[in-house]
């Protein structure tokens, strides 16, 4: 029998077994009666106790991590160095074997890198060894590669295995696990990882201080981002040092933990440049989230410190969040180039910012800015989305974006240009909107006949012509009508204009005809069409509202205008008994009594006597 662990090995013998120890800080002791094997010092844990391997600390994998000074691993490396420079052909690998174990316990990563690669050039059957496979783990996560050797699922469910297994997790994407099952979504792949990572934290606790050092920020900052209730708990229970200090305050600020703030906001003044970004990082998010600082400063500080953020490996974190903080912010323009650098930076990533890029061009379709600037921005922004001619993306909606900002910039070509393409991607009532609009611009265009062709669609001299086409609303009637008139009307063929707006009952069509009257000076019809707008107005003792809007008052003087030029007492007088008492404690009242001729009766008039 032959077990091994983390700085020891257990072997049988012929009067039981023997404990060989390669550490300094092992010792074996008694209590109650039964034999403890047990590791000294203030990092000190069970190794062996009731006759068993205890989790922590048992591997099978055959290379031992523990604890020791890194005067101890440079002596170590330099005499293993020596000794595999000697060594016969039959024990050179096992040599270069021991000269990679030191270097994993320094966090040499070149270097053992460079022993396993030379190791197994020369005797290739090595790599069935565990030794050489948790080794390969070792230098991959050392080194940020993954490679070819990724062995995510390889060893067996002892912690240590899991730390290992949780670390080539980490440093790997999903989908590049050869021999692995994704855990679902990313969100649950991240949350399985944090939960291998959490159950081999202590047993990282016990490593040699420079590997430790290493892999225990990294590790713990993982845990704490991702990591369920279980896992957070473990990495609570580890001792506040240097390297969980950091771990701690991002648990503590996904938490939303009083006081997280603060510490993020000390933790974001530390000298290390793998510290001080993330801290930063992680105190403008939280808030952004808390609503603690304006979302356009929460951008415009993360956008600050994005060269630091890029040494501390947290670069495309930061610009995730600028581009929330600028959604948030309703800075659309911003936002819109953002996108923009993540697709030039992240090509293979373009699925993180897909739901943005959603809500950004779905924003912009509804108006345009007025500021001439930031609307250009926002059409190079939309046409570079237009190109991609991406299939997740509404190219309605970029067409529509597009076609505000042209219009709001003045340049009718290019939105007619615009509408043309978005009326061959639309149907239904979209697409009669969009019909209308286009004739609009082509009337204010002067090109009359092209407005003419845009209207051909619908049914000629039908009251109803908007709704001759399938799912088309009855506002849109009005509309139609009312661009058919006005055709006509630059065309001089007013009775036309009249006839198109005869059968329609709307305050649109009965003002368009007033105003065709009063410019011929048909002030009768002038007063015809106008008539029906007074019937929504309130009448005293009929209605709760007995006053008269600003609006409402110029009406009643505009009729009253027509009427006494077309000398119609009799609508004169009916304006007279209606509006009389609403108008005559408005700033209107004088000209309404000269217009109408009306009275106060409850005014007596003086004597002549006084």
Known sequence: MRRLGTGFAVRSSLVGVVIAADSDTIELRQAGGKLVLDSAGPNSFPLIASGRLQPYGSSLSGVSLTAASPE??????????????????????????????????????????????????????????????????????????????????????????????????????????????????????????ADLLAKGLPVLQAYAEP????????????????????????????????????????????????GADKRLSDLAHDPSPLVWPVAREAFLKLALEKKTLPAQAVADQIDGILPALRIAKREKNGRLLRINALIKAGNWAAAGAAIQEWIYRYPDDVDAIRSQKTTILRQMAQSASGNERQNRDEIVFLKEALSQNSKDFSQQDILEALAHRYEAMGLPDQERETLRRL????????????????ASLELEMGDLKAARDDLAAFIEGSPDAALALPGARSGQTVDVALLRARIALAEHHSDEAAGELATIRDPRAWTFRAQMAEKSGEWSRAV?????????????????????????????????????????????????????????????????????????????????GG
């Open 72 to 193: 101890e691993l440079r002596e170590a490396l330099r005499r293993e160095t020596v000794s595999a420079a000697l060594a016969s052909s039959g024990d050179r690998f096992d040599a270069r074997m021991r000269v990679a174990q030191v270097a994993a316990q320094a966090g040499n990563g070149p270097l053992l890198s460079e022993v396993m690669q030379v190791a197994l050039q020369d005797w290739p059957e090595g790599l069935e060894k565990p030794a050489v496979r948790r080794l390969q783990q070792i230098s991959a996560v050392l080194n940020d590669r993954a490679g070819f050797f990724s062995l995510a699922e390889d060893g067996g469910n002892t912690p240590e295995d899991q730390l290992w297994r949780g670390m080539m997790r980490m440093i790997s994407s999903p989908t590049s696990r050869a021999g692995q099952m994704v855990s679902g979504s990313d969100e649950n792949d991240r949350l399985q990882t």
């Open 423 to 438: 009326l061959v991607s639309q149907d239904g009532p979209a697409a009669t909107q969009v019909r209308i609009r286009l």
């Open 528 to 608: 015809e069409a106008l008539l029906p707008m007074l019937d929504s107005l309130p009448e005293p003792g009929k209605s709760q509202d007995t006053s008269l809007s600003p609006d409402q008052q110029s009406l009643v003087l505009r009729v009253g205008g027509d009427a006494s030029r077309a000398q119609d007492q009799q609508t004169l007088d009916k304006l007279s008994a209606r509006f009389g008492t609403l108008m005559k404690n408005t700033p209107s009242a004088g000209v309404f009594r000269l217009l109408t001729g009306y009275e106060d009766k409850a005014v007596t008039p003086l004597s002549a």
């Open 211 to 258: 590997l430790r050092d290493r892999l225990m920020p990294v590790a713990s900052e993982w845990v704490a981002r991702y990591g369920s209730d279980s896992a957070a708990k473990i990495l609570e229970q580890l001792p506040d040092t240097g390297q969980t200090t950091l771990a701690k305050a991002l648990l503590a600020g996904r938490r939303n933990m009083p």
